[in-house]
């Protein structure tokens, strides 16, 4: 009856699991001491997904992340990047070739402002050299400009152009969280690792963070690995979900397959183990 | 000193209508004669990007022959959704050079609200800013079935949108681009489109927010506008010169005028913020010339100055409060021109330079040259703020029905208590009822598709019913004491104003709205909404705990600040022979904030009395009951639709009466 009715129907998206792979992580133990964190864990992040790891407190779904952008180096296993395998990299060689992430306690510069803060994020990708940063004038003037012009893109897309100039440590949490987003975008990434994105913000700072996640997936076709407790959320945002429990996977699928699992019950509820 | 200036007035020079009597027809004199300055600017990316008029041109023709190819033809509608952007005013010139009729439809409103504008409006088209704006669209397109295209300025987020109907603005502009590369003959035959339309053509129509009942669509012709802008542009010497910040509503009256009837028949420059919190910070940059503001933002302002005054420090309060004494003193003369002691205009000066220069450069009113407030009564103590800065803010009075001027102050004529004196051409009249009438070649067509409203409001002979009451003053100026049917009277006879008091009230920056309550009952009761950044920040200044706005609006130590200001202003009315029967003898605060979602303040923020009266019937019982404290649950609506209700236990407090100037039975008189 009315043209406009079937308009926000999705474009039909074929399943994630048969993507093409973007990152395999196949049997990687993590150990501090006697302490096992990760214990034998294969999973894989397909390209263009939004892919979730939860667990319960304590499950090492941040060691996973700590693994993946070379943070942590595993005992065992390997890690699958783009089609090659490496056991061990730097994280600065991790950002370099497109991975970014932000982190469960935001780890942003206090002093510096917004602008700065996601300009930092930038750093990777300016050639010139210090010499030519010295003199100015330019090709470094023009390198800046290009990189100013991408962060005010970032700026724009975040809409935090009202905070630009202030400094981050004075901005309440959910907005900082926003900075260290706009700052992992600034690297313009091929895998974004966001640790707890919506810990800690109201019902409304959630709606908003979600909606940039979505946004970031879509109009970027950034690959999103996302750490994240809000249920709700993580049903809501992800194409599939990987469960952790004690170092270990007990669940990979859909999220309506997870939810239903068993094993996943028993961990979020506690059972004797 | 402007007179110069004026013979290089473009379309502005003569009130009467020469050969540009639209829209469109006075872009194409403005791309001719000024083609090089710059007509628009928005800020995007932390730069002002701007559009010369010729640039404008440019743009809206390429849109508009775009539009024309999706279908849009004469008498259409084409709904406005959005912030002041300069491609949705730009959208709205596009379809009057087609012959289509933009309807401007506040952004905020909430869904339920919007579809019914729309549905009543018969929008065919809609040009849009976002996302947010086309998801509500979709949703109740069920419920306005003559809608067929939606136009988006900001991409973001649509892709996977079905784009059948839904476009991208563009994109639109890159079909017209391309169908004026084509044929180059294209351009002549959109001029000539539009070639014959007359100023009697309908203009745009806006919807009226409507403190009572179901918005009303007023429809104004070009001529309604175009002769009140020129009028206007003469009447304050503005000229081509002219910057301007556009952050209202652009389905508001006020903006429409200010942004493009007075733009375009000016040729002044139209600023567009970069989004709405850094509104601040944009009219810093732009510092314009002539600036437009409901009370409610220089109320804000000032709340804010004096919140980060009392954080300063104490060198810098003691000069703050000792220049402020100064401008208060003779700020006010000085502008008005008349004579002052050689002392006080040095201090004044070595005011300015410390203290009111600084301040009007944070304010961002640096280069103001004339400012308006409108919309509602602004306490006179905040009109003197400004004015004795040295800034020329004028109060006006005006309607969406008179295309805004009915009254202006004229420079040097300012009393606080009167909204000046008729505009040109406007006749005015007080009916026996003591309501003010007036007529005017703004006074607005009719209502769209109500007939019975514009009767009752438009007489056969062209006058037009504003619903204030008012009285003419012996200096020529109109007075407005309230709205005609708020005015009323107590049980014994006292006259009893409501907004009067409730502006007295509001002027205590602790205080952000009050509704006074008295009409046919024994005394004054008044409901008292805290502010929260006012109260927030003296709370934390005095180890004032509180986790909320309830526990904050209900905490012992604000009911006691509330209740000096209450007194304060009973002291003041009792010193008013004609007020004075009207003290305030029992308060409340409330519990929660006046909200435009919960349908308790319009979309231009006023009080929407009798929902109140309804809503909160319990709370005015109580008040009049005599009962100290009253439990209450109030459902209130969030930000997405959804409710949700607020309980809490609202204290009464009983307020001493102070004598009368004069005897009472004179008062009530």
Known sequence: ?273 | MFQGKKRHMVGSASASPRGEDTFPKILLHNAKVLGNRTAFREKEFGIWQSWTWSGVLEEIRAFSIGLQSLGLTAGDKIAIVGANRPRLYWAMVAAQALGAVPVPVYADSVAEEMAFVLGHAEVRFAVVEDQEQVDKLLSMAGEVPSLQHIIYDEPRGLRDYDHTRLHDYASVQEIGRDKLRQSPSLADEWERGFAGATGADIAVMLYTSGTTGRPKGVMLSFDNLIVSARNANIFDHLDESEEVLAYLPMAWIGDHVFSLAQAFTAGYCVNCPENMDTIDVDRREIAPTYFFAPPRVFENMLTMIMVRMEDAGKAKRAMFDYFMGVARKVGEKILNGETVGLKDRLLYRLGEFMVYGPLKNRMGLTRMKVGYTAGEAIGPEIFQFYRSLGLNLKQLYGQTEASVYITLQPDGEIYGDTVGKPAPQVELKIADNGEVMYRSPGVFVGYFKNDEATASTKTEDGWVHTGDAGIIADNGHLKIIDRAKDVGKLTDGALFAPKYIENKLKFFPNIKEAVAFGHERDMVGVFINIDLTAVGSWAERNNVNYASYQELAAHPDVYRMIEGHVDQVNRDLAREPMMAGAQIRRFLVLHKELDADDGELTRTQKVRRSFITERYGPLIEALYDGSSEKYVSTEVTFEDGRKGAIEATVEIRDMALHVAGKSFQEAAE
């Open chain 1, 1 to 273: 009856m009315n043209a406009f009715v079937a308009d926000r129907a999705p474009a039909p998206v074929e399943d994630a699991g048969e993507r093409e792979l973007l990152l395999r992580v196949d049997n990687v133990s993590l150990a501090f001491g006697g302490v096992k964190a990760i214990t034998d864990i294969s999973f894989d992040i397909r390209k263009g997904e939004i892919r979730a790891i939860i667990g319960p407190n304590g499950a090492g779904k941040t060691s996973m992340l700590n693994v993946i952008n070379g943070f942590y180096h595993p005992q065992e296993g390997t890690i699958t990047w783009q089609g090659k395998v490496r056991r061990k990299m730097k994280p600065y060689e991790a950002a370099s070739q497109g991975i970014a992430r932000t982190f469960q306690n935001v780890a942003l510069f206090k002093g510096m402002t917004t602008l700065d803060n996601i300009m930092s994020g930038r750093s990777l990708k300016m050639h010139r050299n210090f010499f030519w940063q010295l003199l100015w004038r330019g090709p470094a003037e023009r390198e800046e400009i290009a990189h100013r012009r991408k962060v005010e893109d970032i700026i724009d897309f975040l809409e935090i152009q009202a905070i630009r100039k202030t400094p981050v440590g004075r901005l309440p949490y959910g907005l900082q969280k926003r900075v260290e987003l706009g700052r992992a975008l600034a690297m313009e990434p091929e895998l974004l690792l966001l640790d707890e994105p919506m810990a800690g913000m109201n019902l409304e700072e959630k709606e908003d963070m979600s909606r940039f996640i979505i946004d970031v997936n879509q109009e970027f076709g950034t690959t999103i690995a996302l750490i994240e407790h809000d249920m709700g959320v993580v049903m809501d945002l992800s194409d599939r979900v990987v469960v952790l429990d004690y170092g270990k996977k007990i669940a990979d699928g859909p999220p309506e397959e997870v939810q239903a699992s068993q094993a996943v019950i028993d961990a979020y509820l506690g059972v004797s183990h």
